[in-house]
């Protein structure tokens, strides 16, 4: 018998019968799927025969409370039997494999699996770079199937899920799971199911809306307890829209509709996640509907198109309702007036020579973001501009240039003839985002 039980810690007690009761093993992160990995297995006390059908909940305030299911249930030939190993073929529902499981120290013993996974069986990957899309117009709905979201104000993030525990990376790769605390309850819904998510983290301002300044005290902690609190008084939610991997089997050569329903079916709505609606159309009104709710905008997916990972695909549009442009700091300018600690920011986009300059950007900072840009800049100066295009005299003059590592987001009204922002402002810090993805979009 092998129970799942969403105790204070989601584990699996793994119960053998013997001599009257059930022997029994809580292993944290269920029985491992392939033969590399071993898994905890911490001895419990007998149980009683009979709690082997129970299924329900134990009561707040008893030992073990929290919700019990049945996870798998049949029969086991032991193979060997000491007390310090033990050998047994499982004939269950769900697993049908040979294990072992040994001991290391006091209770705790290890979980490991002797048959390799089922043919075809694939783990869950290390690394899975999202897939993105081309800015643009609305497509034509009459010469392909599109399906079309709202495009969320936050940051990618893709999540993976197994054995109940969620591991988080970024764009850049980066590990980001202690950032989100508020995220690991993901992995207690899931269960045992194995899983990869694609979504975008944001938070919500005080009109209820996707804010990216709003997310910007979330995304750039990398303190854990500071990470805890801040989720306490700023949660965020991850809108996931995008199924990867499921249980064994990599899901991105499914058509786009078929991933959202295996998506719809897995994840149910929870208190900081949310599978946002997919919208057949027309685009046009729901371009609409994010311009009436102060959102960034929709994306239109073709209705057939694969996922492909890490690639930028015609096959997802963005369309934006404001213009927005991810940009790379290389310099700032002396303050005037009343501010301190620098005028503006000096900033570039990608282009065919290198980092082409895009002009200065002096609005949207408050005092906090002043501190927290300067802490960042200064260990990154440098003598010579980074741009490979020429800043003019009256910019140049005065300003301090730093080597074009920091990413962030500005909102602007259109690109003059000579290629500079017209209007910029502020918006944050993106630390999801390589410099060298930085391209000028529409």
């Known amino acids: 018998m092998i129970q799942e039980h969403h105790a204070r810690r989601l584990h699996w007690d793994l119960r053998l019968e013997r001599d009257g009761v059930y022997v029994s093993w809580a292993v944290p992160k269920g029985l491992p799927t392939d033969r590399v990995r071993n898994h905890l297995a911490v001895h419990v006390e007998d149980h009683p025969l009979a709690y082997g059908s129970f299924e329900g909940t134990i009561p707040a305030g008893e030992y073990g409370a929290g919700e019990v299911t049945i996870w798998d249930s049949g029969t086991y030939e032991a193979t060997k039997w000491t007390e310090r190993e033990v050998k047994f073929h499982l004939h269950g529902r769900r697993v049908d494999a040979r294990f072992v499981l040994f001991r290391t120290r006091g209770d705790d013993w290890m979980l490991h699996r002797e048959d390799p996974p089922p043919e075809g069986w694939e783990p869950v990957p290390e690394l899975v770079r999202p897939m993105l899309a081309v ?104 809108m996931v829209f995008d199924l990867l991997h499921l249980d064994g089997s990599s899901t991105t050569g ?126 990154l100066r440098r003598r010579t501009p980074p741009f490979c295009s020429a800043v003019p005299a009256g910019e140049a003059s005065g300003a301090t240039w730093v080597e074009p590592e920091l990413v962030g987001e500005v909102r602007f009204s259109g690109w003059t003839r000579s290629g500079r922002l017209r209007q910029p402002a502020w918006l944050g810090l993106r630390d999801d985002v390589r410099p060298a993805e930085v391209a000028r979009e529409a």
């Open 135 to 238: 800015a643009g117009e609305l497509p034509d709905e009459h010469r392909h199937d599109w399906r079309f979201e709202f495009k969320w104000d936050g940051v990618r993030t893709i999540a993976y899920v197994e054995g109940g525990s969620v591991r988080l990376t970024s764009r850049r790769d980066l590990d980001r799971t202690a950032a989100y605390p508020e995220l690991r309850t993901l992995g207690a819904v899931l269960g045992s199911r194995q899983v990869v998510l694609d979504g975008e983290v944001i938070a919500l301002d005080e009109n209820g809306r996707p804010s990216f300044e709003a997310l910007q005290p979330r995304m750039l902690v990398e303190d854990s307890a500071r990470a805890r609190r801040l989720a306490a008084a700023r949660p965020v939610t991850y």
């Open 254 to 379: 499914h058509p786009y509709l078929a991933r959202r329903r295996l998506l719809e079916e897995l994840l149910p709505a929870g208190e900081h996640w949310a599978v946002p609606p997919s919208h057949r159309g027309p685009g046009v009104h729901l371009l609409e509907a994010a311009r009436a709710e102060g959102l960034e905008g929709i994306v239109a997916k073709r209705a057939d198109s694969p996922y492909r990972p890490g690639q930028r695909s015609r096959d997802w549009v963005k369309v934006k309702v404001h213009r927005t442009q991810t940009v790379v700091v290389g310099g700032f300018s002396a303050p005037r007036g009343t501010r301190r600690g620098f005028g503006a920011l000096l900033v570039g986009v990608q282009g065919d020579r290198g980092l082409a300059y895009a002009g200065k950007v002096g609005t949207g900072f408050g005092d906090q973001a002043i501190t927290d840009l300067l802490e960042r800049l200064r260990p």
